[in-house]
């Protein structure tokens, strides 16, 4: 299946993105300044007067082997911009990076290619150890294929620090070396509670690492995963991001993920570390291609729901869903146990490994079970698949409560199922299951998958396919800048 077959119905705004930044430069400066440079040494001496409103534009054509440092302090409603001359015309090449800090700065139009940063970072939201930037936007830039030339020399393509910032239409992709493409860092007073956002971008292909350092996207880390990040990742499209088992690597408190779609995506959404995930809404596209998975469970109070799983080959920590064992006394670095988990109103179709639960028990002392952990009004239906519920361990810290079950042989009688007509929807071109059966009530589930607000709530993540809402799920076409095209291998 094509990956354009999700794009649902398409707006006009393509038509003119290329043109956004500079409409509401011109709507917010009218009476600022716009410097034009040519040359490191302008940029150096410009960028010391910029004013709240101004914008300081590179010239088109390659710029190599800069170190671009971009310090200011706008004001809201009036950034201060860093713009290319016409968006991916300049090109940030050889041995280069960005890094930017104040308040209220604005970034758009550049591209990072050929070449690779001589720091630890491409992009980064700090000039220094504790300088960082607030209230910032990134927006419609790209990172391709900007790699060292040794795998095994990390660095991490963009680092987000401070707080209030906006990561949004930017492309990402063909990253080799050890490192995260994206990192959120929540490390202190002044980058916690940090309402970061990262939004319609689009993470291209991640060839396999081979070892752990390959995330797409990572929040938070071991060490500081007590913290409250509160970050947001919506409306975002991961395609085949296959550098690690984690495609997002979930390291902090209070972090929403929000309508994200993973298109064949060899790993899961792992909420790794921190307490309190928000999981609703995202699509994991599997197309039956291999070690393709969902979401993997660890800590506690997380709400997984209004999900939708189609055809994941994976199993054990890759299934559509894992829920882990955890380690007594676990350090940080370790598995925390699973409790106060309620995952409810997902759709699972045509999974190998639906629900796998105790995953890990065998092995690194995992014996701690789940805990008031709770599955309720989910719609699986597997009708080529025997066992749809894999136990590692005992389940009795888990509640099973109105599920419905398909495998080969019908309805699939387990604790916690009942029968219900299974019926199918067209959407986006392939078929999708749903089910009029009413779900048990539940305070965060207000709507379906498709925002549809709930006239009787119904088991599974669709209410029915009679009216469907124009909505865009998160696409090759609408994420990421319009204006640039990867170039897949």
Excluded at 66 to 77: A, D, P, S, T
Aim: charged letters at 20%.
């Amino acid at each position: 299946m094509h990956r354009n077959n999700f794009h649902i119905i398409q707006t006009f705004k393509c038509r003119f993105e290329i043109f956004l930044v500079f409409a509401i430069l011109s709507f917010s400066v009218a009476h600022a300044r716009s410097i034009k440079v040519s040359c490191v040494d302008q940029f150096n001496e410009k960028i010391r007067i910029l004013m709240p409103g101004d914008s300081i534009i590179l010239a088109n054509g390659v710029w190599k082997d800069v170190q671009l440092e971009f310090k200011g302090i706008g004001e809201k409603g009036k950034y201060i911009y860093l713009v290319a001359e016409t968006p991916g015309k300049v090109t940030i090449e050889g041995k280069s990076f960005l890094k930017f800090s104040g308040n209220w700065l604005f970034i758009s139009g550049l591209v990072f290619k050929n070449g690779f940063t001589p720091g630890k970072t491409v992009i980064e939201f700090r000039t220094s150890a504790k300088v960082y930037a607030c209230n910032s936007v990134l927006s419609h830039c790209v990172i391709d294929k900007f790699n060292q030339k040794s795998i095994s020399t990390p660095d991490h393509w963009v680092s987000v620090w401070g707080k209030n910032n906006k990561i949004e239409n930017c492309y990402f992709g063909g990253k080799t070396n050890e490192g995260t493409t994206l990192v959120i860092w929540p490390d202190d007073s002044n980058s916690v509670n940090n309402n970061h956002l990262v939004t319609r971008n689009y993470f291209g292909h991640r060839p396999p690492l081979g070892k752990n350092g390959g995330e797409s996207i990572r929040i938070g880390t071991s060490e500081v995963c007590n913290n409250i990040s509160a970050s947001i990742v919506e409306g975002n499209y991961f395609e085949r991001c296959n550098g690690e088992g984690e495609i997002i690597s979930n390291k902090s408190g209070g972090n929403n993920f929000f309508n994200n779609t993973f298109f064949e995506c060899e790993g899961t959404l792992t909420l790794r570390h921190g307490n309190n995930a928000i999981v609703a809404g995202n699509w994991f596209i599997g197309n039956g291609k291999k070690l393709t998975g969902g979401v993997r469970v660890i800590n506690e109070g997380h709400r997984i729901y209004n999900n939708f799983f189609y055809k994941l080959t994976g199993d054990e920590f890759r299934s559509a869903i894992s829920i882990m064992n955890g380690i007594p006394d676990s350090p940080p670095s370790g598995y925390a146990s699973v409790k106060n988990v309620i995952i409810a109103n997902n759709t699972f179709f045509d999974c190998n490994d639906t629900w796998s639960l105790g995953t890990g028990s065998s092995e690194n002392n995992c014996t701690v079970r789940p805990e008031s952990t709770l599955m309720i009004n989910n719609l699986v239906y597997c009708p080529d698949q025997n066992e749809l519920i894999i136990k590692y361990d005992k389940t009795d810290g888990i509640t099973f409560e109105n599920n419905i079950m398909v495998n080969e042989k019908g309805f699939y009688k387990a604790k916690g199922t009942v029968p219900g007509e299974v019926l199918t929807g067209k959407l986006g071109g392939f078929l999708i299951p749903y089910s009029k059966n009413e779900a048990k009530e539940l305070s965060f589930v207000k709507s379906d998958i498709l925002g549809r607000t709930f006239k009787n709530p119904v088991v599974g993540a669709f209410q029915n396919f009679d009216e469907v809402p124009k909505v865009e799920l998160a696409t090759a076409v609408n994420c990421g800048p319009s204006w640039y095209k990867p170039v897949h291998q």
